[in-house]
């Protein structure tokens, strides 16, 4: 019992090993209760159900934050509820995305959680490599949260400019080197990623991947391309990877479980870009900073964050309140 109480209390990047062993339990807990027990079956998942889902993800994430706070102390609290703010924030144009992939594939609704449920499982592996790969840089090179500040302000001043357009998944290079390169079927074969069919000039069966696989491999290049935005941002409220890898995760998980009522009302947020272009260059401005030993209090990052993003959410519903329902729009 003393060997196993000695390997808990081991240091896993700077945080004892039982911290990390509640935060794998709780979120394998939640994925068990998600698939094997809330959607065992497929189903179209309605708005009020994602809501109901969203506030039991967040109950949990903020429970989570407070146990941090309660053993690490409120600097640590403060900065995973920061953190999970900001992932949040910055992910929502993820959510506009996905939404575009599915429309494109034509996912229809009931199996986009099926997708999205997989996804997820992509992201916990790949947001750890990230995170590690970035903390490592920013242990070894102090002068890579100059390269971090400088990026987002970049990428937040990029976002202001930037024209509305209507984009197509048909002119993406991964989208067509997946069709190049792999056996695609262009309809649907239930809620397979993959089917046996013949080949049509050999006649030989052979494995064809199906619109949910290649919407599953969109959906995680699309996860991979908003952590280039995220990842950085929380580095500049902490360096550490405890805090940083958990937060993000937690806000993952429940922006995902809210896109089912996000997809519907994507018009109505309008200028939600205004807001997130805004949250980070401060962001961006806050990890340049730090280098140079000036640190804004985490307490008032968090307050601005929440300020500029309800501030962009408020107008953009405000402004679009005599637009016609989606439906109706089409």
Do not use: C
Request: aromatic residues 14%.
């Amino acid at each position: 019992m003393d060997s196993f109480s000695a390997l808990i209390a081991t240091s896993f990047l700077g945080t004892p090993l039982w911290f990390w062993l509640i935060f794998i339990t709780v979120v394998v807990t939640l994925l068990v209760l998600d698939l094997g027990v809330l959607h065992r079956k497929t189903k179209d998942i309605s708005a009020r159900e994602s809501f109901l889902l969203y506030g039991f993800y967040m109950a949990v994430a903020l429970a989570f934050g407070g146990f941090v706070w309660w053993q690490r102390g409120s600097q640590a609290g403060l900065e995973f509820f920061t953190g999970y703010l900001i992932e949040q924030s910055l992910s929502m144009d993820n959510v506009f995305v996905i939404a575009m992939i599915f429309g494109f594939l034509a996912i229809p609704r009931h199996l986009q959680h099926r997708v999205l449920f997989w996804g997820i499982l992509g992201v916990v592996v790949f947001r750890a490599i990230l995170i590690g790969a970035g903390a490592a840089l920013v242990h070894s090179f102090d002068w890579i949260l100059f390269v971090f500040g400088a990026f987002l302000v970049f990428t937040g001043i990029k976002m202001f400019a930037k024209k509305e357009e209507k984009a197509s998944l048909a002119d993406n290079p991964i989208y067509g080197f997946l069709k190049r390169r792999f056996r695609m079927t262009d309809e649907l074969h239930g809620q397979n990623f993959t089917v046996m069919l013949p080949d049509p000039k050999t006649g030989k069966v052979v494995r064809y991947m199906t619109p949910m696989l290649v919407a599953l491999i969109m959906v995680e290049l699309v996860d991979l391309v908003f952590a280039v935005d995220s990842v950085p941002a929380i580095f500049a409220i902490t360096q550490d990877p405890f805090i940083v890898y958990t937060s993000n995760i937690f806000a993952i998980l429940g922006l995902r479980s809210l896109y089912f009522a996000l997809a519907a009302a994507i018009h109505r947020f309008r200028y939600l870009q205004f807001s997130l272009a805004i949250v980070l260059v401060l962001v961006g401005i806050k990890i340049f900073l730090v280098p140079m030993g000036i640190k804004i209090d985490t307490a008032l990052s968090l307050i601005v964050t929440l300020t500029v993003l309800a501030g962009g959410i408020l107008y953009s519903l405000w402004a679009t309140r005599r637009d016609p329902p989606v439906r109706d729009a089409a």
